[in-house]
């Protein structure tokens, strides 16, 4: 299987809540005013002025990054096995990672949205070198395998520390979530690798919980930088 490279796709400028209830945090106000029966997300339902809680973010928060560690563990699984419909399932999760990066670019501007996407070692090259660590699995690759892995860790030292200045939360804090999820996507897919897909189930179930926790962790710093109720 040959790396696929994952390009970027244009986001419609009516973005759903999974950006849009972060997207009006970023101002001095928490009211969010929407027209009667646009579509918002799972996270409200429509409604002609809602006020943004920090319930609201937790679960926006949750739901997104639930959705990128389900998308990546299901790219990872099909290229491992060489499958065809791998470049669509890598798409999908870029289109994930895109409304992430829109939703920290609504709450800290569009440069650290920025960053944060495409910044030396931060999101978008995280998955990079999973899809790196996935070929090399694949081809029974030792050496590109454990570079994969020397990548991921440096990820989440400096993602970490990205995240940990925008938020405010302990920068070790931070790094040591970003390692774990990293660790529970490598494992389940060793796993999925090996054909032990009982043990890759219940990996895949911990590691998309874990995301909620995470979720947990940002929101609960945002929402106090925001003053969020």
Known sequence: MRKTMIVSTAVAAATALTVGVLAATAGNGTTM?????MHTGHAMRTTTAATVTASDLRSTLGRMLGEHAALAMNATNL??????SFPAAA?????????????????????????????PFQW?????????????LAKKDKAGQATAVKNLTTYTKMHGAFLA???????????NDLLGHVLELKNQLDAYAAGNYTKAANLYRDAYAHMFM????????????????
């Open 33 to 37: 005013t929407t027209a009667p029966g």
């Open 165 to 175: 200045g925008a938020t405010g939360l302990p920068r070790l804090a931070v790094q």
């Open 124 to 136: 978008r090259a995280h998955i990079g070198f999973f899809v790196d660590y996935t070929v090399a």
């Open 91 to 119: 798409k999908a999760l870029d289109r994930n990672s895109v409304e992430l990066s829109k939703a920290i670019g609504s709450l800290y501007g569009p440069a650290a949205g920025k960053k944060f996407l495409d910044g």
């Open 79 to 84: 290229g491992v096995t060489g499958s065809k």
């Open 214 to 229: 995470t979720g947990d962790l940002l929101a609960g710093a945002i929402a106090k930088q925001k003053n969020l109720k």
